[in-house]
């Protein structure tokens, strides 16, 4: 068991901050994610190839430019500044999602959202890194994930709501996920705080002795992360696979809702367990918990099974996503930590689009059942790495 301080330790209030931060701003998404699909797939007439081609590009464009934020962030020693311009950008595109009259616009108007959300991403989890106490480390991370969450069940919770109340106009319903963004915008611009002392700025460029400063721990991390991106593609395929089995526009937003509510309790709680034991037999356990989850997705033949599998892919998030997260804190030096959580998002973002575009290709080809087996199969081979893992960094 790990050292007992971190039972005395207490997070930041700027962790805090940052943690409501992203409940706002996940409120305001998640309305738009979880009506997204339906509104691509029946008012604009988009196929599943189409909606993977989108997502996959969506969200690798958030972990691709991570590797730019964070080293940014590490070179001029400062990351409220960048936290600030992504979560500012992500709230000033989400007007032109209710505005869409096209195919187009919804893809540009996705891929700015997400864009902003890339260059948040490392300078924020930096950030925690630089202001938490190690031995609290997974604690603090895990509470950041489970208000994040929070926010993933209000948001499609809203949506079902004014969804009901609007009688199922989508466009007037997505305008309602406009304000949580400026809520956050405030939050950051006079409540989060960094430290006034940097250990060390990197320099620019990005340069191969720095990259190779970060260590073969890290890079074995990022290993086994992009294995992990291969196997969860993107959640746009459970809402999908929701209104498959008979959920109607107006309950289709439940399936999100689930997934959230196990990712929220889960989350925190395992992170602050990582403080006392093995953050790797967390890990490992959570992937396995994802095969279980792509097992009752392709098996689901009614809203039950889809709704088993959305828990499950939610436990599996509140087992993993803070973990890797402070796995990677721990593992990098200080002074290229955000460059540290950039390459990891590099990486983790191609292998993203891959298993977003195979994902849609399959689902078109032969079938929703074949597409969550696949992830099933890589989610495996995750698990299968973990040992490479832990040899180098002691499990």
């Known amino acids: 068991m790990k050292d007992s301080r971190s039972r005395r330790a207490k997070i930041p209030a700027s962790v805090w901050a940052l943690g409501f931060v992203s409940l706002f701003t996940d409120i305001g998404s998640e309305m738009v994610h979880s009506l997204l699909p339906v509104l691509l797939a029946g008012t604009l007439g988009a196929s599943a190839l189409t909606i993977g081609l989108i997502e996959g590009a969506a969200e690798s464009l958030v972990l691709a430019t991570k590797v730019f934020s964070g080293y940014l962030s590490d070179a001029f020693g400062k990351r409220k500044p960048l936290v600030l311009l992504g979560y500012g950008l992500a709230a000033l595109v989400k007007p032109m999602f209710p505005m869409a009259g096209s195919i187009g616009t919804v893809v540009t108007a996705r891929l700015l959202d997400r864009f902003g959300k890339g260059i948040r991403g490392a300078p924020r989890d930096a950030l925690i890194a630089d202001i938490t106490p190690p031995e609290i480390r997974g604690a603090a991370f895990g509470l950041r994930q489970s208000m994040d969450s929070i926010g993933a069940v209000i948001g499609p919770l809203l949506a079902v709501g004014l969804m009901a109340m609007f009688l199922g106009n989508i466009n007037t319903v997505l305008w309602f996920a406009v304000l949580p963004g400026i809520v956050a915008v405030t939050l950051i611009v006079f409540v989060v705080r960094e430290p006034d002392q940097v250990e060390r700025p990197a320099r620019l460029p990005i340069s191969r002795a720095g990259l190779a400063a970060l260590g073969k721990p890290f890079w074995m991390i990022v290993v086994v992360g992009g294995l992990l991106s291969l196997a969860r593609f993107s959640e746009a395929f459970l809402i999908l696979r929701g209104s498959q089995?008979?959920?109607?526009?107006?309950?289709?937003?439940?399936?999100?809702?689930?997934?959230?509510?196990?990712?929220?309790?889960?989350?925190?709680?395992?992170?602050?367990?990582?403080?006392?034991?093995?953050?790797?037999?967390?890990?490992?356990?959570?992937?396995?918990?994802?095969?279980?989850?792509?097992?009752?997705?392709?098996?689901?033949?009614?809203?039950?099974?889809?709704?088993?599998?959305?828990?499950?892919?939610?436990?599996?998030?509140?087992?993993?996503?803070?973990?890797?997260?402070?796995?990677?804190?721990?593992?990098?030096?200080?002074?290229?930590?955000?460059?540290?959580?950039?390459?990891?998002?590099?990486?983790?973002?191609?292998?993203?689009?891959?298993?977003?575009?195979?994902?849609?290709?399959?689902?078109?080809?032969?079938?929703?059942?074949?597409?969550?087996?696949?992830?099933?199969?890589?989610?495996?081979?995750?698990?299968?790495?973990?040992?490479?893992?832990?040899?180098?960094?002691?499990?």
């Open 245 to 395: 089995v008979g959920l109607s526009n107006s309950a289709v937003p439940l399936v999100m809702v689930i997934m959230a509510l196990v990712y929220t309790a889960s989350a925190w709680p395992v992170g602050a367990l990582s403080d006392r034991w093995s953050r790797m037999r967390l890990f490992a356990a959570g992937m396995v918990v994802l095969i279980l989850a792509d097992l009752a997705l392709a098996l689901a033949s009614g809203p039950f099974g889809v709704f088993l599998g959305a828990g499950l892919w939610g436990l599996h998030l509140g087992m993993t996503q803070g973990l890797i997260a402070a796995m990677i804190a721990d593992s990098t030096p200080a002074a290229w930590r955000g460059t540290g959580f950039g390459v990891f998002g590099l990486i983790s973002g191609l292998a993203l689009l891959v298993a977003s575009v195979a994902a849609g290709a399959l689902w078109d080809g032969y079938g929703s059942q074949t597409t969550f087996l696949f992830g099933g199969v890589f989610a495996l081979l995750s698990v299968c790495a973990l040992p490479l893992l832990k040899r180098r960094n002691g499990g």
